[in-house]
């Protein structure tokens, strides 16, 4: 059991530890009082959601203040204020009037801060306890595209629902119904074929593979009719030909046209043969139908007599009896 005397300097501890607890608490915040601070105002006209007394203000990246009070602008009530306490050291000479305020969210908690957008180096500097422009923060597109996005899912709900209820559904499930349907005859076709189809494959790769050797084939050919182009047989054989031209004009020129001349009489020595023969023929033709005429009367003599005998064979008896 804990005597008084015990008990007193417990009590004595505590108490001196409180005190010392305290005074370095005061020193702390005499510390902090003491010290210069930058105070600028940013007006909000959107949301600050999450945004505290306290949180960070940081400029490019790097922490130089906090957040001192937020509240709404006695002159435009859909304005939120931010008072920021700036450290002057951290900040020398580098908010200007081109310098914009942003509000950003950090880490998966989504604590808020505000960025400083460093502005241009012409630019003149703000004075201390002016306004910081306030770009649209990054949350708050999100937010509107957030809600944006929410209100099409729920109209294609809708549509689902209008599309998935009564007739519709019943289309789709006939729709359905004809898809796999299709699907499954367009697998069987495709088991029935396969044989066809590796062929039709097997076939396309041989063609391939002749129009790459016909390919090369032609290469060569221009190849080689390049080499022949750029050698001298070209040369050879238009010499040879020009040779071949003149030996033909040579022989139109010199036998070529005696030869039509002898033709030519022989053509008009033909004529005159064919003339006399015509007229020979001409001459004759009297002699001819008087020998016609009778052979003609001959003939119908000798059938005369052969249909007598015919009639009566005995003619040939009596007449060699009267003879």
């Known amino acids: 059991m804990a005597t008084k005397a015990q008990k007193v300097r417990l009590a004595m501890f505590v108490i001196a530890a409180s005190c010392v607890l305290v005074s370095f608490i005061l020193v702390a915040a005499g510390v902090q009082l003491m010290r210069d601070r930058d105070l600028y105002y940013i007006d909000f006209d959107a949301s600050v959601s999450g945004l505290v007394v306290g949180d960070a203000v940081k400029y490019q990246g790097i922490k130089v203040g906090r957040v001192v009070t937020t509240g709404i602008s006695s002159d435009n009530l859909s304005v939120v204020v931010v008072e920021v306490s700036l450290d002057p050291g951290k900040v020398p000479n580098v908010i200007r009037e081109d310098t914009q305020a942003r509000l950003y969210s950090e880490g998966l908690m989504g604590l808020k801060y505000i960025e400083l957008v460093a502005g241009s180096g012409d630019a003149p ?3 201390v306890g002016s306004h910081i422009p306030a770009s649209p923060s990054f949350m ?3 937010d509107e595209r957030a809600e944006v996005l929410t209100a099409k899912v729920e109209r294609l709900i809708d549509n689902i629902i209008v599309l998935t209820s009564g007739e519709n559904s019943r289309r789709l499930n006939r729709i359905l119904t004809a898809g796999s349907n299709f699907m ?3 697998d069987a076709t495709l088991r029935d074929n396969r044989q066809s189809l590796e062929q039709t494959s097997r076939n396309l790769v041989a063609i391939t593979e002749a129009l790459a050797g016909s390919a090369a084939s032609l290469h ?3 190849d080689s009719l390049h080499q022949i182009m750029a ?4 040369g050879n054989t238009v010499t040879e030909l020009a040779a071949v031209i003149r030996a ?3 022989q139109m020129e010199g036998p070529v046209p ?3 001349a002898n033709l030519n009489r022989m053509a008009g020595n033909i004529d005159t043969t064919v003339t006399h023969v015509d007229r020979t023929v001409m001459l004759s033709r009297r002699d001819l139908l008087a020998a016609m005429r009778n052979l003609s009367e001959t003939l119908q003599n000798v059938r005369q007599a052969t249909e007598l005998i015919r009639e ?11 003879e």
Do not use: C, F, K, Y
């Not at 009566?312 to 009267?322: F, K, Y």
């Open 312 to 322: 009566d064979p005995s003619v040939l008896i009596r007449g060699r009896a009267q």
């Open 248 to 250: 033909v004009r040579l």
């Open 220 to 222: 060569a050919t221009m």
């Open 258 to 260: 005696n030869l039509l």
């Open 231 to 234: 050698g001298g047989q070209v």
């Open 140 to 142: 708050g597109n999100i």
């Open 125 to 127: 500097r703000l004075p």
């Open 184 to 186: 499954e005859t367009a």
